[in-house]
């Protein structure tokens, strides 16, 4: 962040800035081609985008690749809080605008999924007769693909089933991760049907510095957390990969289904493998995509192959799904319907989601009602002024403000949230009131969580993990 403030990027001419942009971005896509460390690649993302605030502060235009500036004059900055040095303060700032605004709607255009709008939400709640999840009204879940088929199937009294996934990297799950459970625990009790959760062991072991045993330790330990959701036992069938593979009749059919109808080119093009990732990598996409075919899981659903699937998720898991729609038809299945969630924002702030690998940017399921209040007291990204006077004065910006963020996903209330965004706006709610509430909000939740995973028994696991009927006839 120093380096972009102190940069010469307020003294450049337009000109010069436009070819730091472009020189900023040939280093990202050089880092990327060179397998860089995530870090190094997100630090040489994170100066582009500022870069690109620059510039646009500069002279009024979007960077565009190849178009230098035409006109070089300035905005016009309308009153102190946009002033262009305050624009530099934090880049996390602008960045984080366009990447809750812009950044989803292009999502939806750059991978031909359609928006969530208001009038798909309306049949939900129509067709269902249930008032929708926050998620729905509050654009966490944005995107869908063929949700309406799904709508159609359940007004039709026509079967489907939900499919979701966890890749089980560690032992500690975060907060971002619960946000598809959440939502799909919903989606099972509004529309009563089954679910089948997969936790991809082998992926993790494939990508990860992990043995075998660790990757499966680790899947069995996150069943207890998604278990701790409040899944239905009756309804839900969770499995590890590395187990299931081997045991069932239909899986393992359907992954060689899917692996005889996709080449190597088309994978690289989806997921940027090269000649030297090793072929378990190559090929895991169809272990991912068989579970989006209801003869997959013969135990639940006999000999249908029709029962169509409904796959929550968020946004980054979509290339699987649209390999494994392009394959489904070609193969004589159904292509999976989809919801993508928008990501968990990190602490730092909505530029990054949140890690597992850096404490400091996630609050873990495992963390403390302490840990949880100094690190959104550190850690969490504001939105307010510098000094009270300021903010009183010209109020703070929920748009960044990454505690207010947190509330628009886990504060259920809606007139407490409108509440709260009016006051911080105004400025008559400071930020460290805004953060107390949502301390008061995530403490109480993270230690139900605790609770509810603490009653878990190895028991309870092994028969969520065991291949049965569940309660539908099929
Ligand atoms: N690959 C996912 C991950 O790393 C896990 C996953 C497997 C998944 N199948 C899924 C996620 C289906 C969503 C839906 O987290």
Redesign the pocket.
Known sequence: MADIQNGDSCSSSPLELFERVTAQGEKVRSLKAGKASTDEIDAAVKLLLSLKVTYKTATGQDYKAGSPPVDFSPVSNNGPTTTQDEDFVDPWTVQTASAKGVDYDKLIVRFGSSKIDKELINRIERVTGKTPHHFLRRGIFFSHRDMNQILDAYENKKHFYL?????PSSEAMHLGHLI?FIFTKWLQEIFNVPLVI?L?DD?KYLWKDLTIEKAYDYAIENAKDIIACGFDINKTFIFSDLDYLGMSSGYYKNVVKVQKHVTFNQVKGIFGFTDSDCIGKISFPAI?AA?SFSSSFPQIFKDKKDIQCL?P?AID?DP?FRMTRDVAPRIGYLKPALLHSVFFPALQGAQTKMSASDPNSSIFLTDTPKQIKTKINKHAFSGGKDTIEEHRKYGGNCEVDVSYMYLTFFLEDDDKLEQMKQAYSSGALLTGELKKVLIETLQPLIAAHQQRRKQITDEMVKQFMTPRKLAFDF
């Open positions: 499919y979701t996934g966890r890749g598809p997969q991809t992926e991912q579970p796959i998720c898991q699987y």
